[in-house]
């Protein structure tokens, strides 16, 4: 069609008068809207599939978030459980070691009495007694840090730091083993 356009201008520019050129603008315009009409659809095809997946994307992300809310609240649900846990765990090592501290110092403060007095002893009691000061003390230690431990978890425990020989710590934990 361009050529013969062309081709008319050129007769026209040569003089000619009621030039007809012959271009099938009507084939050529319906080939081109046939086309277009073609693209169009294809074009509301790919948008009604891109609305349709966005759809679906919509309702996935939001059962997806449900189950993040309903996860998120079972896990917030299991740590109140375990702070509660925690708490009544340490009131019973204080409980205990309130209850385990009181009859051991009943029992050490005659210990030591014997052991400061200068009155004779049975010699099978008077070769005990150390140990059972040593061990009775040591029992009392351990209680005593159960007791800080649960001081310690409840926050109101202060720092007492001091300088320890290291070695002769070591020894009294061995020897409190060798029997």
Known sequence: PVERLLEGVRRVNAGERDVTVPV???????????????????????????????????????????????????????????????????????????????????LLGPIEDALASDTPMPEPLAGQLPSMQQSARRLLNLINQLLDLAKLEAGALDLNSEETDVVALARGVAATFAG
């Open 24 to 106: 099938g603008v009507h084939d050529e315009v319906g080939r081109l809207s046939e086309g277009f009409n073609a693209m169009t659809a294809s074009l509301q095809d790919a948008e009604e599939e891109l609305r349709a997946y966005a759809t679906d994307l919509e309702v996935r992300v939001a059962a997806r978030t449900e189950e993040l809310r309903a996860s998120k609240a079972e896990v917030e649900a299991q740590a109140l459980r375990l702070e509660e846990l925690d708490r009544l765990k340490t009131r019973l090592f204080a409980n205990l070691s309130h209850e385990f501290r009181t009859p051991l110092t009943i």
